[in-house]
Structure formats: C-alpha cells, structure tokens
Nanobody
Framework: QVQLVESGGGLVQAGGSLRLSCAAS????????MGWFRQAPGKAREFVAA????????DYADAVKGRFTISREFGKNTMYLQMDNLKPEDTAVYYC??????????????????WGPGTTVTVSS
C-alpha cells in the first residue's frame, strides 16, 4: 500500500520561511516524479513545484520561482520544499504527490497517481 506523508506546515509571518517534507512508502518512484500542489480556500488546486526523482530536474510555478526550492534524496522516496520569502497569498493546504512513471509535463495533475493528506501553511501579513 502506497502512502505519502507530509510534514513541516505551520504558521509563519510574511517574509519568513518553512520547509515541507514528503516521504513516500510502498513503491519506488525513481522512474517518475514527485510534486507539490496547493489549494487555497475557495480556489482550485494548483501546481507549485515538481522534481524528477532520477535526474533531479525540476519545474516551478511562476508564482513561486525564485522563492521556493524543491529537492529530493536520490534513491529515497523523499522530497522537500524550501519556501522562503513567504507571502500571505502562499497560504494554502499543500499536497505531496507522486507519479510512478515518466510524464512530459510535471505541472499536470492527472499523471500523479498518489496524493498525501495535505499540510496547512498559513502566512500572516
């Protein structure tokens, strides 16, 4: 049984930093990717960042480029999201996701087979 577990969410002031972690168990994702999506109250879930687990190549949403950094531990189903210079508009539930196979576009939600329960990030102004 595949499980994804997020950690690291919390409350932070604008301009602060948080680091999210995601650990997957139950199968290997070395041939695919892991990503972060977020959903703010009243809004649709949106892409934040994703990383290919073998090569380490990454993609970011324009809204977080230059502020967020995604990384992974090679050979382990573990991924991190370092979030710096946080803004109130970053407030959302952040979901970890995993795609077991290669997909061309890392920002599409459909290819991701597995999802975590989410961790809440709240940025106060």
């Amino acid at each position: 049984q595949v499980q994804l577990v997020e950690s690291g969410g919390g409350l932070v002031q604008a301009g602060g930093s948080l680091r999210l972690s995601c650990a997957a168990s139950g199968r290997s994702f070395i041939n695919g990717a892991m990503g972060w999506f977020r959903q703010a109250p009243g809004k649709a879930r949106e892409f934040v960042a994703a990383i290919r687990m073998s090569s380490g190549s990454a993609d970011y949403a324009d809204a977080v480029k230059g502020r967020f950094t995604i990384s992974r531990e090679f050979g382990k189903n573990t991924m991190y999201l370092q979030m710096d210079n946080l803004k109130p508009e970053d407030t959302a539930v952040y979901y970890c996701s995993a795609d077991s196979e290669y997909s061309v576009n890392l920002s599409w939600q459909a290819p991701y087979d597995y999802w975590g329960p989410g961790t809440t990030v709240t940025v106060s102004s």
